[in-house]
Structure formats: structure tokens, C-alpha cells
């Protein structure tokens, strides 16, 4: 299925570029590795052959076209990333004329990294329940009839059953071992700030220091700031160096969003972010 | 190259005491420090800078503008732009600041005994000009006809007005000021410092073009000067970058292999148009 | 005849060292292998390949008060800090020392980085020579190789006997100081391959292939993170800034990556390397041209792979190496 998969990707890049209907077409091919994949930038119809479609194809590719604008440029997404391209369109930072989607019915990709091909697929891919990307322009793949999306927040809830102590000091654990490398920042479709928070001098909200406080302020902040707007491609999670679930924490505010105001970000280019709009049926939790 | 000399930690500078600050245009001040040590003094050349510490807001890399063997205050204008800059201008005279220098190279103004030199500023490029300027006229004899450009935005950005004068005076030594616009008052000369390069068309043979400003006026004075015949060698500036060491070790000024705070910020043009690196 | 230290009094020894000094050693947390300091020598794990994150920050932390700022009165007080602690670092592969020698270059040279060099002193390096290197690894083509004793005190080589030690300076003997070794008749282990990666040269290739277009398009991937600066034994690129509380200041020294946007952005806006592509190329030509040229001396990358592994989007430098000299070949066949 993925060579077909691979195929379809090949000959569509092959006409976009043939036909000058875009400069450059985004997708994956296979690393260094010899086996996992990696991001791919196609310029020439020529190279469309090194394009393919695996298991291994994890990475959200959405966010790119924000270093393409004003080219017209092709983009290979799964169903998660084209919830990026959704919140990207809503968010006024690509135009929908400037891209064209290539969606893919991705069945899943597993855990993989550098010489490594994991044999189960992601956690986020075990409970996706959308595998038919919200937003294409041509689709690779059949959509199935799938049952209505019913998330499953376990892991969440674990973490929610502790105390507070125990979620302190676990938090606390996994901040200990940020090197605030930004690996999570700059994979996420959602920040895309010129200047981002925690570098900037004036105002200093955080401060550079790479210690515990700033490490937690950091991590913390950047979670509130996704709060409504993430996605859930866990590509934060992939990329960090040192193993921090950064997810957990994304997927508590994904949660706590869909309880308060029944959103789930990135399924449609209109929709409103709960924590950027204000309408009149907002909950104010006073006198209710 | 000639360095402070040092006890301890590189990074700590030697404290000295804020003695003026005279406001030179809207949004430059000369500054002159003092050291509170006199055992810190350190010689320094024109070209050379130093790390200008506001304590508690940062420190930054800044153009020494006064003439050592002057004996003169430590003197720097600086310009208000940013986190640093702006601490500096709220200063009061008394205020305690840290210094760290001299760091980089210099112009080797010895070497252009017996030469003409044309010296072209462009707004608070004029900071490591000035030094040059002082030099040369305090050795006039020393020196060909000097003819100084001096541009800015407007007659109220025009960098070291009190010194006019004395420039002016000097023999054998013209000031042409320039600016983009004028005002009501202004009846001087209203033009790019480029265009005023090509309106003097100052002559190549035997001479030494010093040119500092913004990159863009850099990059158009650069131009005509060429077109004017002068030899990329016989063309010198002084490069800025964001630095944070100023001692080859943070890695973030280098142009190519060359690193502004070591093996400049005096380049001449033949050195930059060799740099793997455009700058 | 080599000496030998028998199996069981590895750990003996590693927690007599732990009274005397801070020991340095490979853990494990959370499923990755991290140098920590460990009291208890039964933390240590002695599988591992090598370590997620180099040892550099032991000495060159992650964030280092470089001096403070104390008022009294109206007047500062400028008070430097000395580090008061010896180090021992156990564990440490040929790749991470020859990384640490890297460091040395640019902190120990005049003037020098008062503080690194008080922890460079203080810190005795035990090495734990490679029997399996992992498919990232690339020693070799760096200049050192799997066994290379050349930038640690002592040199350990495990063998089913114990470990074959090698004494390499003074104060490595220091360390071994009552501890009990064999002489012994064993041969060390062959020195195992790494990947070969076609290094020789490259500083010359990359003087000539500055402008080719194939830095643009690697660019195309980066994500412009800081994970193979941070990852990397020899990349020390630093911010410095003030930090003001209680009325004390602290000038405090992070790490910071030629990536991020804004390195070389000045106050007033202007950035003369704005572009992904002038900021990715930075990286590879400061390590294998910018540096080797100051320093006259090695490379400025140990081999070790991190980068490969870690990278999220399979930017290799070993392939970067490649595709330089190759770029370099045709530049060279063209001009004729």
C-alpha cells in the first residue's frame, strides 16, 4: 500500500511541477538511515522519484509553507497535519491559493527515529479515529467510513489522579532534563512567533537561563499558548532530545478545551480559537 | 592584538564612573567615562572598542571616539536603539559603569603618512571617525589634504557638531556636511553622502578612503568610490556585528573565518571582497 | 604486560573517588543514558553506547554565573566566582574527550575563560574505550578512533578479565592511587570500524563551495532548533546577560546556537544572517573550516553522531561532508 501510496505522491508531483502549478513540492523521502523517512523539498519534476510514503512518515510538514509564501507550493499531509494546515489558513499565516494539498489516508506511522523503525504505531495513531485528512486538495488513499471520534484521554488521567505533590515532582522530573533546545517549538505548526516569549530581552517574561524555573515557565507557557490551537501531532515529543512527554500536556489542554467549549482545533479554516474570541455564550462560571 | 590586560576572568570589566553625557543629536550622547582605577588604564588606537557594561541591563560593543595619548575621558557616542543603548541614556553623571577593552585592530593611520585621505561618516558612523580625525589633525603635517563627509538624516542628526569648527579651521583640511532633508533653517547642502562623493569626486592617486555609516550607505559610497578609480586596497572601513564576547570565544561575529572582535573591525576592501562571506 | 583491574573492583574504586571528588558517571533516566553525579556507584550503567547528551556541560554548563554584581552603597562590587569542586567524569568515550580538547581551543586561549579553565584543572577524565560503536559513529574520519587514549587521564578497555588500564597522565595516576591492579598478559581488543566519511580535505573543499546552491536547499529542512548544538561535544557558541534580583546582579553565560534566528540580529534591526541557509551553513562552517583555521588545529566535530541521531529532520553531516566533496570535485573538473 505504500509504494502505491508512493506512486500516486510521484506522478501528482510530477504533473504539479510539469505544469508549473507550483515551485516546489513538499514531501518525504528516505534518510540516511536508508530506512526512515525525512522531509523532502522537490523543485524539479525530475526528483519526483525520490518521494515516498511509509510508516516512517512522522513529521508534519504543514508548517514549511510558512517559509514559502508567495511561491506556490505543493504539501504531502496526513489528517493531523491538515488540521495544521486549518489552523495555519484560520490564523491568516499561509493563503489557501498558495498551497495545494496532496491529503494522504495515512493508516498510521510508528515510533521511529534515526536506524530506528518501531514495530507499533504512535499513540496518537492507535487512537485516531480521523484518518481522512479535513483539508486536500487531491487524496491519496480511500476514506473510510469511521466511527465518530470518541478521544481517549487516559494517559491524561493518570497524571490527573495524583495528587498535587506527585504532579509537582513529576513535572518537576521531566523539566529537570529540558535543555531548551526549542526542538519542540520549532517543529510546532502552532509557533510560528517571530520573536517567541522566552528569548525576548524587553519585555523579559522568562529570562535565558537554562535552570529549573525557566525550564518549567518555559514548557508551561508554551503549553498555554497551544491551548485550543494544538493540533496533536506530537511532533514535540518525537523531537525532543531527551524523552520529556511533552504531549501530556497539550493533550490536558486539548481536553479541558473540548469539556469548556466542545472545540477541537484545526478541523475547519473558519473556526474561531475559544481563547482568542470572545462570544456571547461564553461560560463565565459565575452564577451558573 | 593589544588587549587589557587581565587578572581573573575575561568577562569581568573594571568599574568606572559615568563623568557626561552631551547630547549630540536627538538620539546620541558622548559619554565620558572615567576609570575608577587608575592602575586600569589601558592605550588604545582609533578603530579599537570597548564592552560598555549598564550594569543589571547588559553590556555592549561600542567605538572608542577619544584619542588615548590625549589623555582624554574614555569617550564613546552611542546612539539609543535598544535594551543597552537606552539604560546608558538614562544614566546620571556619577553613575558607575563597567568597561571592558580595547579589543580589535586599528587603522594604521601611520601608514598613510604623505597620503590624502578622505574620511566619509554617515550618522553614528561618524563615532570611530572622529578618532581618526582628531589623529590626523593633531599630526596635520604629517598628511595630504583631508576631506571629511559628514551626513545624516537631517542637520539635527548631524554627529559631532561642537567639533565642526575646529575641522574647519584645521589648514589644508575641508568638512563637507550633507543631509537627506533639510529644514527652515538649513541652507547647507541637501544630499545622499554618495552623491556628494561623486559631486567632490576626491582623486584616487595617493589616497586613502576611511568610510563608515549604515550598511546600505557603506554599500553605494563602496560603489563610488570604485567608479571614482580607487583600488579596493586604498578603500577602509569598520564592521559591526552583535557581539557578546569580544574575545573570540562566543562565536557569533564572524564574517566567514574572519571574526569582527579579532581580526577587525578594520577592514579595508580587498580584505572584505575576499571574505568567504558577504557581509 | 598491561595492567588490570578486576571487574569487581570497578565500582570499589568509582565510590572511593565519589568521597573525594563529584563523580560524573553514565545513569539512567527515563530510558536514556545521562552523565549525572552519582554518590552511589550502583547508579552507573556500564551498557550503554554512549550518552544522550555530551558531557560538555560539566565544563561548560548549560547556564554559568560568570560574575556578580554586588551593591553596596552606591558603589558595585564586582565578585568573581571560583569553583570550588574537583570533578571526576567516568565513562567518558574517545569522542566526548576529543570534544572537550575541542573546547579547550577556543576557552583556554589568551585571554583565558577563567572559569572553564578552573574546571578543565579540576576534572579528571576516566575513559571507557568503544568495543561496539554505533552505526552513527564516525571517530575515525574525525582524527580519533574507538581506543584513542589521547585526551583522557586514564583510558579503560573492557575485557572478560576486567579492564585493561591505560595511565595517561599524571593525574590519572593520582587517581589509582592504592588501587589494586594486575599486571597482565592480555591483548586489548581490536580497534572495531566506524563509518567511513571522506573528511580529508574538507576544510580547503569547503573554501571553494561557499556559494553553491546545495546550502539553500539542505536549508529547505531545518527546523532551526538547537538540538545538534546542544547534543554536540564541541559546539560552544554562548549568550550572556544580566539577571537582577535583590538589588544583586548576576552576569550569567547560556548556551546559544548559531540556528536560532536572531544570533547575529543587532539592536535596530539589521542581520547579516537572516537567511535559514546563511545560518545552517554557519553551523557546518564553523566546525569544519571557521574553526580548524583559528585554532590551526582539528576539526571542530569529534565524530560522535548525536546530531545524526537526534536531528528531527535527518540533517547528517556526514552526508553534508560527502555531498561538499563532491560538490568540490565537480567545481574543480569544471574549472579544468
Redesign the interface.
Known amino acids: 500500500m505504500s509504494e502505491d501510496f508512493a506512486q500516486q505522491i510521484r506522478e501528482k508531483a510530477r504533473e504539479l511541477l510539469e505544469k508549473g502549478e507550483v515551485t516546489c513540492v513538499i514531501g518525504y523521502e528516505t ?3 536508508g530506512r ?1 523517512a ?4 522537490i523543485y524539479d519534476a525530475a526528483d519526483a522519484d525520490r518521494l515516498v510514503f511509509d510508516n516512517t512518515c512522522t ?1 508534519n510538514l504543514a ?2 509553507l510558512l ?1 514559502k509564501k508567495g511561491q506556490p507550493t505543493a504539501v504531502v499531509v496526513k489528517a493531523c497535519d491538515a488540521r495544521a494546515l486549518n489552523l495555519l489558513l484560520g490564523e491568516k499565516q499561509i493563503k489557501r491559493e498558495e498551497f495545494f494539498a496532496i491529503g494522504v489516508v495515512c493508516p498510521g506511522v510508528v515510533e521511529s ?3 530506528r523503525q518501531g514495530e507499533t504505531l504512535q499513540l496518537r495513531c492507535q487512537g485516531c479515529t480521523e484518518h481522512t485528512p479535513p483539508l486536500y486538495d487531491f487524496l491519496v488513499g480511500e476514506p473510510a467510513e469511521e466511527p465518530a471520534p470518541e478521544p481517549s484521554y487516559e494517559d491524561v488521567a493518570e497524571i490527573e489522579g495524583m495528587e498535587l505533590e506527585g504532579r509537582t515532582e513529576f513535572w518537576a522530573k521531566q523539566f529537570e ?1 529540558c ?5 519542540c ?3 510546532c505548526p502552532g509557533c510560528f512567533c ?2 517567541c516569549f522566552a ?1 525576548l ?1 524587553d519585555p523579559e517574561w522568562v ?5 529549573p524555573p525557566e525550564k518549567q515557565m518555559w514548557n508551561l507557557i508554551r503549553a498555554f499558548h497551544l491551548t485550543g490551537r494544538c493540533i496533536g501531532c506530537r ?1 514535540c515529543e ?2 525532543c ?3 520529556i512527554p511533552l504531549s501530556l500536556l497539550n493533550r490536558k489542554m486539548e481536553k479541558e478545551v473540548l469539556r469548556l467549549f466542545g472545540f477541537k482545533a484545526g478541523m475547519s479554516p473558519e473556526a474561531l480559537m475559544p481563547l482568542a474570541t470572545y462570544s456571547k455564550e461564553d461560560k463565565l462560571g459565575i452564577g451558573e | 592584538m593589544p ?1 587589557a590586560a ?1 587578572q ?6 573594571k ?1 568606572a564612573t559615568m563623568r557626561g553625557a552631551a547630547d549630540l543629536t536627538p538620539d546620541i550622547k558622548l559619554f565620558s567615562f572615567e576609570l575608577d582605577d587608575p592602575a586600569a588604564e589601558f592605550d588604545y588606537k582609533p578603530g579599537q572598542f570597548a564592552f560598555v ?1 549598564a ?6 560593543p561600542f567605538g572608542l571616539c577619544s584619542v588615548a595619548y590625549r589623555k582624554e575621558r574614555l569617550e564613546f557616542a552611542i546612539r539609543r ?5 537606552n539604560a546608558l541614556h538614562r544614566l546620571e553623571p556619577g553613575a ?1 559603569v ?1 568597561l571592558r577593552g580595547p579589543f580589535g585592530n586599528y587603522f594604521p593611520l601611520e601608514d598613510y603618512r604623505g597620503k590624502n585621505i578622505v574620511i566619509i561618516g554617515g550618522g553614528i558612523g561618524m563615532a570611530p571617525l572622529r578618532p581618526v580625525i582628531n589623529t590626523l589633525l593633531d599630526h596635520r603635517a604629517d598628511y595630504g589634504h583631508i576631506l571629511i563627509i559628514n551626513g545624516a538624516r537631517s542637520p539635527a542628526d548631524l554627529v559631532f557638531q561642537p567639533e565642526f569648527e575646529t575641522w574647519t579651521k584645521a589648514s589644508h583640511t575641508t568638512l563637507e556636511l550633507t543631509v537627506d532633508r533639510g529644514d527652515e533653517a538649513w541652507t547647507g547642502r541637501v544630499a545622499l553622502v554618495p552623491q556628494v562623493v561623486a559631486e567632490l569626486h576626491p582623486s584616487p592617486e595617493n589616497s586613502v578612503a576611511i568610510i563608515c555609516g ?2 546600505i550607505m557603506i554599500r553605494f559610497t563602496l560603489q563610488g568610490l570604485k567608479a571614482l578609480d580607487f583600488a579596493n586596497e586604498q578603500i577602509v572601513t569598520t564592521l ?3 557581539m ?2 569580544g ?11 574572519k ?1 569582527i572582535c579579532q581580526d577587525g573591525p578594520v577592514f579595508n576592501f580587498e580584505q572584505i571582497s575576499s571574505f ?4 | 604486560m598491561s595492567k588490570l583491574l578486576e571487574k569487581e573492583k570497578l565500582l570499589p574504586w568509582l565510590e572511593q573517588l565519589a568521597g573525594e571528588r563529584v563523580l560524573i558517571a553514565p545513569t539512567r ?4 543514558t ?1 552523565f549525572a553525579p552519582v554518590k552511589d556507584a550502583t547508579e552507573i550503567v556500564l551498557d550503554y553506547e554512549n550518552t ?2 555530551s558531557p560538555k556541560e560539566w565544563l561548560f554548563p ?2 554559568e554565573v ?2 556578580t ?1 554586588a551593591r553596596k552603597d ?3 562590587e ?1 565578585v ?2 571560583t569553583i570550588a569542586e574537583r570533578y571526576v567524569i567516568f565513562g567518558i568515550r574517545p569522542c566526548d574527550a576529543k570534544g572537550i580538547a575541542a573546547l579547550d581551543l ?2 583556554l ?7 572553564y579553565a578552573q574546571r578543565r584543572a579540576q576534572t579528571a577524565l576516566i575513559g571507557m574505550s568503544c568495543l561496539k560503536p554505533a ?2 559513529c564516525f571517530c575515525a574520519a574525525m582524527g580519533s578512533a574507538p581506543n584513542d587514549a589521547s585526551n583522557v587521564d586514564i583510558m579503560l578497555t573492557e575485557v572478560e578479565e576486567g579492564y585493561l588500564v591505560e595511565v595517561v597522565t599524571e593525574k590519572g595516576q593520582g587517581l589509582l592511587e592504592g588501587v589494586e591492579l594486575k599486571e597482565v598478559d592480555i591483548e586489548p581488543p581490536p580497534c572495531p570500524d566506524t563509518a567511513a566519511v571522506p573528511a580529508e580535505g574538507i576544510t580547503e573543499v569547503l ?1 571553494r563551495v ?1 556559494n553553491d546552491p546545495f546550502w539553500a ?1 539542505l536549508a ?2 531545518c ?5 545538534c548544538a ?2 554536540c561535544p564541541t559546539c ?9 534580583a535583590k538589588g544583586n ?1 548576576e ?6 546556537s ?1 540556528q ?9 534591526g ?1 542581520d ?1 544572517r537572516a537567511s ?1 541557509e ?1 545560518r545552517l551553513r ?1 553551523r557546518f ?2 566546525k569544519l ?2 574553526f580548524p ?2 585554532f590551526s588545529g582539528p576539526l571542530g566535530c569529534s565524530g560522535c553522531g548525536r546530531c ?7 540533517i ?1 553531516i ?2 553534508v561532508i560527502t555531498r561538499a566533496q563532491e560538490i568540490g570535485r565537480e567545481a574543480s573538473a569544471a574549472s579544468g
Open positions: 534518510g540516511t538511515d526512515t525525512r522531509p523532502a523539498f513529521h508548517k514549511y517559509n527515529g534515526w536506524m532534563r535543555i531548551r533546545c526549542y526542538g517549538r520549532q517543529v517571530i520573536d528569548e530581552l529570562g535565558i537561563r537554562i535552570a511532533e518525537r523531537v532530545p531527551v524523552n | 588587549q587581565e581573573g576572568s575575561p568577562f569581568v570589566p568599574l557594561s550594569f543589571g541591563v547588559g553590556e555592549g536603539v535598544g535594551t543597552v543603548t558607575k563597567g549604515p550598511p559591526e556585528g552583535k557578546k564576547c574575545l573570540g570565544k562566543c562565536a557569533r561575529c564572524n564574517v566567514g573565518d571574526y568567504i562571506e558577504q557581509f | 533516566v527515563e530510558e536514556l545521562l544522550a547528551l548549560s547556564t560568570l560574575f554584581i552606591s558603589t558595585p564586582l568573581e566566582k577556543p576557552f586561549s589568551e585571554p583565558a575563560d577563567s572559569l552505526p552513527q573554501t561557499f536547499r529547505d529542512r527546523i532551526h532548533c538547537n538540538i546542544y547534543v560552544y557558541c554562548f549568550d550572556i546577560r544580566d539577571y537582577t546582579t552576569r550569567i553565560r547560556t548556551w546559544e548559531c536560532s534566528p536572531g544570533f547575529t540580529r543587532i539592536a535596530g539589521y547579516p535559514k546563511s554557519q562552517y564553523h573550516c571557521y583555521e583559528q545524526v541521531v537526534h536531528c528531527p529532520v535527518n547528517d556526514r552526508e
